[in-house]
């Protein structure tokens, strides 16, 4: 029980020097750091009820606090099944905002641009933390595509839902390789990293 009380006041003392460093991080590079905030917040009053398990993501954040949308999503690639372009295209992988396809904590989905700007962070229950990039013919309305790296794993991991997402952040119609980098190397989500590998690897 003093491990837990120990790790649970190590773990408090961690998430509010990185409360600190992001105010200092989003006045230098314009990332809104309140939400990882609010999220760390919500992490630890959540871990003071959970005994020694780390709760998921989705169980992390009390999402009713954002606004909800109902939408139909499906799965695409960078591939010539989804876009047009094979491997040697010199815009294979690059999304309408200009930053590269990617699966990770945050990955790039393309919406209507009308609905969800380039730059909007959504939450995606069954795949995570999407982040409007790109924009696709078909993906008009109420309706996403979420990257995957293979035809295989869009089948496996996804196939096309209807569900309601959350959106944590409206975009500005603007992203950048640095914005994507920072989302994704933030330290506090990094707690959730091995949950993301290992939903991966099913």
Sequence with gaps: MNH???WTKRF????????????????????NAQLLISQITALVSSTKTVSGTQPSLEDSIDWSKYPKHTVTATGYTAGIESTGKTKGHPE??????????????????AADLTVFP???ILFIPGYGYGVVADKGGAIKGDRL????????DVYKKWGKKQLAV????????K??????????????MQVFRQQYISSEKR
């Design 4 to 6: 837990f009380k120990n």
């Design 12 to 31: 408090a003392m961690a998430c509010l020097f990185m409360m600190a460093l992001f105010a200092t991080f989003q006045s230098i590079s314009g990332v």
């Design 92 to 109: 294979y992988g690059i999304t309408y905002s200009g930053v590269k396809v990617k699966r990770d904590l945050f990955s790039t989905v």
């Design 118 to 120: 380039i730059g909007t």
């Design 145 to 152: 595509d979420l990257y995957y790296e293979t035809v295989a």
């Design 166 to 173: 959350y959106v944590v952040e409206k975009g500005n119609g």
């Design 175 to 188: 992203l950048s390789e640095e914005t994507l980098k920072a989302l994704n190397e933030d330290k506090a």
